[in-house]
């Protein structure tokens, strides 16, 4: 159980376009998800906290009209990566927790966005 | 605030040796812990992860690791390591109290077995 998905696993997109990252709990239902940013060989940072039905929260640096975040159900976070820049280039992991217990966080297979 | 130290960016094993990397971090309350393990392009996947109560905890894989809180460590051990798990490791530290279940990560260990 706690299958935590993510799509697309890869994406390539032009300069200036915008893209939409989904991060869905397949079993189970989450309030809060956890969207992180990877570059290549560094290890995880947090980007914000997607809170179900409210307003998403930002980490100190990250420009939240760029990364726009959308938490609509229990089981469903977008990430819109807006008007993508070749610095926007990374590998995207976002996380849920089950809210019943103390289960730890659970990650899906991540984003590998490529901006041309 | 929290942090997590990987001081060793990168070990080389032989397979069947024994492993050892280490986690030192850094948390104002009682910290709850983890390991992740990543393999190229993949996402994270728990190993272990300690809460409270015993110190070793055993995780997936054969993996196990110990809480020690007088030197802030939670170092992960294996006793014979296999070619499957070259891989990135990640330790983690956190709460899971409303929004502070985010989690700090290190900066990664990344293993290398060779046969």
């Known amino acids: 159980g706690a299958v935590v998905s993510q799509h697309p696993s890869w994406v390539i997109c032009k300069s200036g376009t915008s893209v939409k990252i989904e991060c869905r709990s397949l079993?189970?239902?989450?309030?809060?998800m956890f969207w992180y940013r990877q570059f290549p060989k560094q290890s995880l940072m947090l980007m914000a906290t997607s809170n179900e039905g409210s307003k998403a929260t930002y980490e100190q640096g990250v420009e939240k009209d760029k990364f726009l975040i959308n938490h609509a159900s229990l089981t469903l976070s977008t990430l819109t990566v807006t008007s993508a820049h070749p610095e926007d280039s990374s590998f995207y992991i976002c996380?849920?927790?089950?809210?019943?217990?103390?289960?730890?966080?659970?990650f899906g297979n991540g984003t590998r966005l490529t901006v041309t | 605030a929290q942090s997590v130290t990987q001081p060793d960016i990168h070990i080389t094993v032989s397979e069947g040796a024994s492993l050892e990397l280490r986690c030192n971090y850094s948390?104002?309350?009682?910290?709850?812990l983890f390991w992740y393990v990543q393999s190229p392009g993949q996402g994270l996947q728990l190993l272990l992860k300690?809460?409270?109560?015993?110190?070793l905890v055993q995780g997936i894989k054969g993996f196990e690791a110990e809480f020690k809180r007088s030197q802030s460590s939670f170092n992960l051990r294996k006793p014979s390591v296999h070619w499957s798990d070259a891989a990135e490791y990640f330790c983690?530290?956190?709460?899971?109290?409303?929004?502070?279940?985010?989690?700090?990560f290190g900066t990664g260990t990344r293993l290398q077995v060779t046969l």
């Open positions: 300690y809460f409270s109560g015993d110190t």
């Open positions: 983690a530290v956190g709460a899971l109290a409303g929004t502070a279940s985010k989690l700090t």
């Open positions: 079993d189970f239902q989450a309030t809060t």
């Open positions: 948390y104002g309350a009682t910290p709850y």
């Open positions: 996380s849920a927790r089950r809210v019943q217990d103390n289960s730890p966080l659970h």
